[in-house]
């Protein structure tokens, strides 16, 4: 979700070349590869169908769990190391709900929440996201949002706002800002009044979110490696599920001879190697879309859209779990390496300063935290500490004003802003809600992660 943390491919005007990657779009397909046209078309519809196949085991596995759809599900409690899930986020509590929208409309209320953010996004089954609810689309007043499947037409509540999706399948995310551990629960009570009901039932059938504190289990890092032929067919079923539409059907046309949707089975010539091989290399494709760094070791992507163009970016977003957001919601600037371009690990002592006036200039809130190198899990220490972040108490501040903050794995001397570090390599990931027009056009630079000594 992007309690998760989402590949960060680099912005086409800094030094990123987006289309080395590979664009469905704008590139012819692969005929001159050595196994044929077919081959070249089969790796393209992997790429073209991640989203989708993610969006499928994301779903078998709640109703595995015994989920409904159109329920909310809550979770109260903020991450710790225990959460065992790649990059979670500390500021936020979550929720999901999967809307079916086979039935007619769902209807989404949500809350006033005065200065606090929170939201709930909607993503379709490509990973398309539709829209927002909560602060930033409604000024935090009360809303009511009514999600409408393909083809359905009929009047809105009044007052209400729309939320028009392709496919019948609707991912709906929630995140509520905890200011602190004495705000949690009221964060919870928020949490708690988000709603929803089908529009036939609305309003006599609304109803409140179910408390499942491991609910994020439902959203691991999914691995689709060894599939091959299994992932293809699963591809061709879920696209008789959730046939695309409108700005998806673009891209699908291309992959017109392969016959996903309507028998893929029946009509290829690729053996079960050839399909695993033609995997295999779209997964080599949209791993190359994420691999340089920009200003002083510090990665971002300014380019998220509700709907990427680009399958091979659109790809590359959720590889570890649904809910990227667009830029206008939020950036995440990561950074695995310190501005010399030498990999963050404990055995060294790093600073971060924020000079005065200087922080990041997010609207709703920023936070930066510190995850383990190789998994993107949250690292225990002593104070509990997993972030430092505008709602950090206790902050020092230098006698210039400025905001020294020191990553390593021991505790510094005197009274410092310590963010402890694993003995092992590390990334930090700063989160920026509601950036502000300088964060968006690049003109705020993140102060470099700086080596000390």
């Given at each position: 979700?992007?309690?998760?943390?989402?590949?960060?491919?680099?912005?086409?005007?800094?030094?990123?070349?987006?289309?080395?990657?590979?664009?469905?779009?704008?590139?012819?397909?692969?005929?001159?590869?050595?196994?044929?046209?077919?081959?070249?078309?089969?790796?393209?519809?992997?790429?073209?169908?991640?989203?989708?196949?993610?969006?499928?085991?994301?779903?078998?596995?709640?109703?595995?769990?015994?989920?409904?759809?159109?329920?909310?599900?809550?979770?109260?409690?903020?991450?710790?190391?225990?959460?065992?899930?790649?990059?979670?986020?500390?500021?936020?509590?979550?929720?999901?709900?999967?809307?079916?929208?086979?039935?007619?409309?769902?209807?989404?209320?949500?809350?006033?929440?005065?200065?606090?953010?929170?939201s709930v996004q909607f993503i379709d089954a490509y990973e398309t996201i539709l829209g927002y609810a909560g602060k930033s689309a409604t000024s935090a007043g009360p809303g009511l949002y009514v999600v409408t499947g393909p083809g359905w037409s009929g009047t809105l509540p009044k007052g209400a706002k729309s939320v028009a999706s392709p496919t019948s399948l609707v991912l709906a995310l929630t995140r509520t800002l905890v200011k602190g551990a004495a705000?949690?629960?009221?964060?919870?009570?928020?949490?708690?009044?988000?709603?929803?009901?089908?529009?036939?039932?609305?309003?006599?059938?609304?109803?409140?979110?179910?408390?499942?504190?491991?609910?994020?289990?439902?959203?691991?890092?999914?691995?689709?490696?060894?599939?091959?032929?299994?992932?293809?067919?699963?591809?061709?079923?879920?696209?008789?599920?959730?046939?695309?539409?409108?700005?998806?059907?673009?891209?699908?046309?291309?992959?017109?001879?392969?016959?996903?949707?309507?028998?893929?089975?029946?009509?290829?010539?690729?053996?079960?190697?050839?399909?695993?091989?033609?995997?295999?290399?779209?997964?080599?494709?949209?791993?190359?879309?994420?691999?340089?760094?920009?200003?002083?070791?510090?990665?971002?992507?300014?380019?998220?859209?509700?709907?990427?163009?680009?399958?091979?970016?659109?790809?590359?977003?959720?590889?570890?779990?649904?809910?990227?957001?667009?830029?206008?919601?939020?950036?995440?600037?990561a950074a695995a390496t310190d501005s010399a371009g030498a990999p963050l690990a404990g055995s060294h002592s790093y600073s971060i300063t924020f000079p005065k006036n200087g922080l990041p200039p997010a609207k709703a809130f920023w936070s930066l935290i510190l995850y383990n190198g190789g998994d993107l899990l949250l690292v225990p220490n002593k104070l509990n500490r997993y972030t430092i972040n505008d709602r950090t108490p206790n902050l020092v501040h230098?006698?210039?004003?400025?905001?020294?903050?020191?990553?390593?794995?021991?505790?510094?001397?005197?009274?410092?802003?310590?963010?402890?570090?694993?003995?092992?390599?590390?990334?930090?990931?700063?989160?920026?809600?509601?950036?502000?027009?300088?964060?968006?056009?690049?003109?705020?630079?993140?102060?470099?992660?700086?080596?000390?000594?």
């Amino acid at each position: 979700m992007t309690f998760l943390v989402p590949p960060i491919i680099n912005p086409i005007r800094r030094r990123a070349v987006l289309a080395s990657a590979g664009c469905l779009l704008a590139l012819p397909v692969l005929a001159t590869n050595r196994r044929g046209t077919a081959f070249g078309l089969a790796e393209d519809a992997a790429i073209w169908g991640l989203p989708l196949v993610r969006t499928g085991r994301y779903l078998a596995l709640a109703k595995a769990r015994g989920l409904e759809v159109n329920q909310f599900y809550l979770n109260q409690a903020l991450a710790t190391p225990t959460l065992k899930l790649a990059g979670p986020n500390v500021d936020t509590i979550y929720g999901f709900a999967w809307l079916d929208l086979s039935a007619g409309p769902v209807a989404v209320q949500v809350p006033e929440g005065g200065d606090r953010y929170y939201s709930v996004q909607f993503i379709d089954a490509y990973e398309t996201i539709l829209g927002y609810a909560g602060k930033s689309a409604t000024s935090a007043g009360p809303g009511l949002y009514v999600v409408t499947g393909p083809g359905w037409s009929g009047t809105l509540p009044k007052g209400a706002k729309s939320v028009a999706s392709p496919t019948s399948l609707v991912l709906a995310l929630t995140r509520t800002l905890v200011k602190g551990a004495a705000d949690l629960p009221a964060a919870q009570a928020l949490q708690a009044s988000y709603a929803l009901a089908p529009l036939a039932a609305y309003p006599a059938g609304l109803q409140h979110g179910t408390v499942l504190q491991d609910a994020l289990s439902v959203f691991p890092t999914l691995k689709v490696q060894g599939d091959g032929a299994a992932f293809f067919a699963e591809l061709d079923a879920l696209v008789r599920r959730y046939p695309p539409r409108g700005e998806e059907a673009v891209a699908f046309q291309k992959l017109a001879p392969l016959h996903l949707g309507s028998g893929f089975r029946n009509h290829t010539t690729l053996s079960a190697d050839d399909l695993q091989q033609a995997l295999n290399g779209a997964l080599a494709r949209i791993k190359a879309v994420h691999q340089t760094d920009i200003d002083d070791g510090w990665r971002v992507n300014y380019h998220i859209k509700r709907f990427n163009a680009d399958p091979v970016v659109r790809a590359a977003l959720n590889t570890v779990g649904p809910g990227a957001h667009i830029a206008e919601e939020a950036l995440y600037f990561a950074a695995a390496t310190d501005s010399a371009g030498a990999p963050l690990a404990g055995s060294h002592s790093y600073s971060i300063t924020f000079p005065k006036n200087g922080l990041p200039p997010a609207k709703a809130f920023w936070s930066l935290i510190l995850y383990n190198g190789g998994d993107l899990l949250l690292v225990p220490n002593k104070l509990n500490r997993y972030t430092i972040n505008d709602r950090t108490p206790n902050l020092v501040h230098d006698a210039d004003g400025a905001l020294r903050i020191v990553i390593s794995n021991s505790e510094p001397p005197g009274r410092v802003n310590w963010l402890p570090a694993p003995a092992g390599p590390f990334i930090l990931i700063l989160r920026t809600y509601e950036p502000d027009a300088s964060l968006l056009s690049g003109g705020y630079k993140v102060p470099p992660v700086v080596r000390q000594g």
